[in-house]
């Protein structure tokens, strides 16, 4: 039988959760507010401290809004695991949860609020989602840790008509399914697996194209709908000036855009060295590097090299100016770190989308005498607890 306890919610915690205490042990609370009391079902036990969710919202915060998702909670999907905070707190909840992280992880303190990403809409905003199919052959999204998926298809994030239609149709049992909107309106739809005998998953175009057409500005990029994009319809333009604006180059100079997936920030950085400068932009996914060459095709002092960061990085025989980072969730880590460190690189621009390797890692650069010029966090990913963090470094 699961243990039901009477919580009082505290401060916010990194992955989403409260902090509550029930006789003397931390208690990890999902769809709690701090402040809120509520009756909670425990889900796990690790040792020094339990997992709950809240089940019955005893005293209500003043933030807490009927849940604008209508398929996420406690026994729903793990989608929008905010759903159920006012937007404007719901960012306030996010800066504080980043300050905590930056303090305890990277020795360094800083204050703020999650800024809104484009219009301030949070929902509609995703364009890009992966779904998987169950034994049934229905397609859908997972449940919080669980293999177990929820078929309603509503998630209040996702485009209008962005899945319409895919929940009705059967699918091969264990593959996935890829769907993209892209910025000319057009829908893309690709099947990948389930994975043979042989250990391949074959890929098969269900609608539309292999490839969905995004645009930053007058450029273009032909990016497959299985390799990575900003989520955000908003992110990857906000992104990509603001890259600009703290890179600070110059006519001939370099820059390295590492794990540059389809090199949209190698595109603003060729813009701003010329034909006299170089870009390097790296990537492990050979999908993202061929996006990469065909749309920076007209910029030859642009270099695409489709291999690790830290293989790379070796390789290198000149200084770079600036390095742009954008690692995946576990961050760059030590080792990169001190490769660009020992570069002599001036400037480092780092972006991260979770709070605890971002803030690793800012301790990490911290440590190899780098200071935080600028750090902006945004609200990338409304109604669920992610973020992106965007940190200006400089040498000492």
């Not at 042990?25 to 339990?50: D, K, M, N, T």
Request: hydrophobic content about 40%; overall charge negative.
């Amino acid at each position: 039988m699961s243990t039901e306890l009477e919580l009082e919610a505290g401060p916010p915690a990194n992955g989403g959760s409260c902090v509550a205490r029930h006789d003397g042990r931390v208690v990890f609370v999902r769809y709690a507010l701090p402040g809120e009391r509520v009756l909670a079902r425990v889900s796990s036990e690790r040792g020094s401290h339990w997992h709950a969710d809240a089940i019955e919202i005893l005293e209500p915060s003043k933030d807490r809004v009927d849940p604008l998702c209508p398929i996420a909670g406690v026994d729903g999907a793990g989608c929008c695991d905010l759903a159920f905070a006012r937007p404007a707190a719901a960012r306030l909840l996010k800066g504080d949860v980043v300050a905590n992280q930056l303090g305890r992880l990277g020795g360094f303190d800083w204050s703020g609020s999650a800024e809104s990403v484009g219009a301030e809409a949070v929902t509609g905003w995703r364009t890009r989602v992966r779904l998987d199919v169950g034994q049934d052959g229905r397609a859908g999204f997972h449940r919080y840790h669980s293999d177990e998926l929820v078929h309603d298809l509503g998630c209040a994030q996702v485009s209008a008509g962005l899945l319409d239609g895919l929940a009705e149709k059967r699918w091969p049992a264990g593959s996935q399914l890829h769907v993209a909107l892209d910025d000319d309106g057009t829908r893309h739809v690709v099947k990948t697996g389930p994975r043979t005998t042989r250990g391949s998953a074959p890929t098969e175009v269900v609608e539309g194209h292999y490839e969905a057409v995004q645009r930053i500005g007058d450029r273009s990029w032909a990016v497959p709908v299985t390799a990575f994009w900003q989520s955000h319809r908003d992110a990857a333009t906000l992104y990509s000036a603001l890259v600009g604006e703290w890179a600070q180059l110059a006519e001939g100079m370099t820059a390295w855009d590492l794990y540059g997936g389809a090199g949209v920030f190698a595109a603003v950085l060729a813009d701003a060295v010329g034909e006299t400068g170089r870009v390097v932009t790296v990537d492990t996914s050979r999908g993202s590097a061929r996006a990469a060459r065909a749309a920076l095709g007209d910029l030859p002092w642009v270099d695409v090299v489709t291999d690790s960061v830290r293989r790379a990085l070796g390789a290198q025989r000149s200084r770079a100016d600036v390095a742009v980072l954008d690692p995946p969730r576990t961050g760059a880590g030590r080792e990169v770190i001190d490769l660009l460190a020992e570069a002599d690189v001036p400037r480092i621009i780092h972006i991260g989308c979770e709070a605890a390797s971002f803030a690793r890692d800012i301790g990490l650069y911290r440590a190899r005498g780098y200071t935080v010029e600028k750090l902006r966090v945004f609200d990338s990913f409304p109604l669920t607890h992610h973020v992106e963090c965007v940190a200006l470094l400089t040498a000492s």
